[in-house]
């Protein structure tokens, strides 16, 4: 049996040009380099790192396509086992992030059961196609139960990266608990007995 701390492993999503790889440089050893040129990931890369989750390690593995997790040739391998996506746009972008719906569908197709947590990158970046507190608090109402958490960050100014980070670790893992603790519960039932018949007989026995 596998001991240490638990994994979870969490992909990222979203369009070109939304800064996945910055935030993945600073997850990975907290670093920013700004991009000369357009420059994309090319295959398959991930980092582990581990935050203290009401006192217990958590690991996250953070796993990034550059943009290439639609192609098919990539895909199968990046969505599977998912625990998580964190789906990401620009905020100085409204186009980046009106397409997110596409990525949803393709996370619930190819991920089952990952949490989507949607993330708002450059909060430093000022201008007027901004997307606004109505834009995210409209999207957010129309994907209804779908979002597990929404988060605005600069990887620049590094604001909020860690934060959103550990916010997700311990998430997933209050998750995990819970699904042990239900199987735990389940299992203490015998063949043929009901929850309710369960619970009288304990009743009976401490009278």
């Given at each position: 049996?596998?001991?240490?701390?638990?994994?979870?492993?969490?992909?990222?999503?979203g369009?070109?040009?939304?800064?996945?790889?910055?935030?993945?440089?600073?997850?990975?050893?907290?670093?920013?380099?700004?991009?000369s040129?357009?420059?994309?990931?090319?295959?398959?890369?991930?980092?582990?790192?581990?935050?203290?989750?009401?006192?217990?390690?958590?690991?996250?593995?953070?796993?990034?396509?550059?943009?290439?997790?639609?192609?098919?040739?990539?895909?199968?391998?990046?969505?599977?086992?998912?625990?998580?996506?964190?789906?990401?746009?620009?905020?100085?972008?409204?186009?980046?992030?009106?397409?997110?719906?596409?990525?949803?569908?393709?996370?619930?197709?190819?991920?089952?059961?990952?949490?989507?947590?949607?993330?708002?990158?450059?909060?430093?970046?000022?201008g007027?196609?901004?997307?606004?507190?109505?834009?995210?608090?409209?999207?957010?109402?129309?994907?209804?139960?779908?979002?597990?958490?929404?988060?605005?960050?600069?990887?620049?100014?590094n604001?909020?990266?860690?934060?959103?980070?550990?916010?997700?670790?311990?998430?997933?893992?209050?998750?995990q608990?819970?699904?042990?603790?239900?199987?735990?519960?389940?299992?203490?039932?015998?063949?043929?007995?009901?929850?309710?018949?369960?619970m009288?007989?304990?009743?009976?026995?401490?009278?």
């Open positions: 049996m596998a001991t240490g701390p638990p994994n979870y492993k969490i992909i990222l999503c369009e070109y040009g939304v800064g996945k790889s910055s935030i993945f440089r600073r997850f990975m050893n907290n670093t920013f380099t700004v991009e040129g357009k420059k994309s990931t090319v295959g398959l890369d991930q980092s582990v790192r581990t935050f203290d989750v009401h006192g217990q390690d958590v690991k996250l593995t953070l796993w990034d396509t550059g943009g290439m997790e639609r192609m098919s040739f990539i895909g199968s391998s990046y969505y599977r086992g998912a625990n998580a996506a964190l789906l990401c746009y620009s905020i100085k972008n409204k186009d980046t992030f009106t397409i997110l719906s596409q990525y949803i569908l393709d996370i619930v197709m190819n991920a089952e059961g990952a949490k989507i947590f949607l993330c708002g990158n450059m909060a430093d970046a000022e007027e196609d901004m997307v606004n507190e109505t834009d995210i608090e409209n999207f957010t109402r129309e994907c209804g139960n779908v979002l597990s958490g929404t988060y605005k960050i600069s990887c620049k100014d604001e909020g990266v860690t934060e959103m980070f550990r916010d997700m670790a311990s998430v997933l893992h209050a998750e608990i819970g699904r042990m603790t239900l199987r735990k519960s389940l299992n203490v039932i015998k063949p043929g007995e009901t929850p309710e018949n369960n009288n007989d304990a009743k009976k026995k401490c009278c």
